[in-house]
């Protein structure tokens, strides 16, 4: 298993520009999040979907769209790059339930993360 | 009060001693409970996940739950340079819609 794959691993925009951030999973996880994580701090969600077809928004959705027509691939889309979206973005996957606790056995809930894309708009 | 809380260190103790790791959360109905490990310009990595009361031991770490004072914790046993680390809290709440709710952080540096 490759797990949680991103490209690109890095990229320059200019301010103004778009770009789409990839991200594909092949474990079978129904749950997929993006993440961005500025220097020194920690996590922000962005958005997240609990399965193909659904997304929701996190903590900080604004200047982003997500969309989800397959389990395996989850893709982030950047529309007219700001400097303030200069950070490190990661995607995850888990396998959970909306409701109820973890199964200890299957690893219920446990996020995986991708490598990473770092960002940066001038 | 923030959902999941972490001391933001720096966290410093000499190479061998223990390191203990400390998380609070505030909702009582919380279920799953993990410590994530990241390395300065990588991504977190799992390395425990605990969801009922108690201890879990795995090598060198082990983790302590304790829901009646909402609080989780990390012991690092016998602690390594290559542990120097940011250790993520996560944590899943009834509100929390299935996903985990992280908390900032604490930065751990191991002394030689």
């Given at each position: 298993n490759a797990g949680v794959t991103q490209t690109p691993k890095f990229r320059i925009l200019k301010i103004g520009q778009s770009m789409t951030l990839q991200c594909a999973q092949?474990?079978?996880?129904n749950y997929m999040y993006w993440y961005r994580q500025d220097p020194g701090m920690g996590l922000k969600l962005i958005y997240y979907s609990v399965g193909a077809g659904i997304t929701d928004k996190g903590e900080v959705p604004n200047g982003y769209n997500v969309s989800r027509s397959t389990t395996e691939d989850f893709p982030l889309r950047l529309e007219l790059a700001a400097p303030s979206q200069t950070s490190v973005y990661f995607c995850a996957s888990s396998y959970s339930y909306l409701t109820g606790g973890g199964d200890p056995s299957g690893g219920t809930d446990t996020q995986y993360f991708g490598p990473g894309t770092r960002l940066t708009v001038l | 009060q923030k959902e999941v809380e972490q001391n933001s260190g720096p966290l410093s103790v000499p190479e061998g001693a223990i390191a203990s790791l400390n998380c609070t959360y505030?909702?009582?109905?919380?279920?799953s409970f993990f410590w994530y490990r990241q390395y300065s310009g990588k991504s977190p990595e799992l390395i425990m996940s605990i969801y009922s009361n108690g201890d879990k031991e795995d090598g060198r770490f082990t983790a302590q739950l304790n829901k009646a004072s909402q609080y989780v914790s990390l012991l690092i046993r016998d602690s390594q340079p290559s542990d120097s680390a940011t250790y993520l809290c996560a944590v899943k709440t009834p509100r929390s819609q299935g996903n985990l709710i992280f908390g900032k952080g604490t930065k751990l540096s191991v002394k030689p």
């Open positions: 092949d474990m079978n996880h | 505030s909702d009582r109905g919380s279920q």
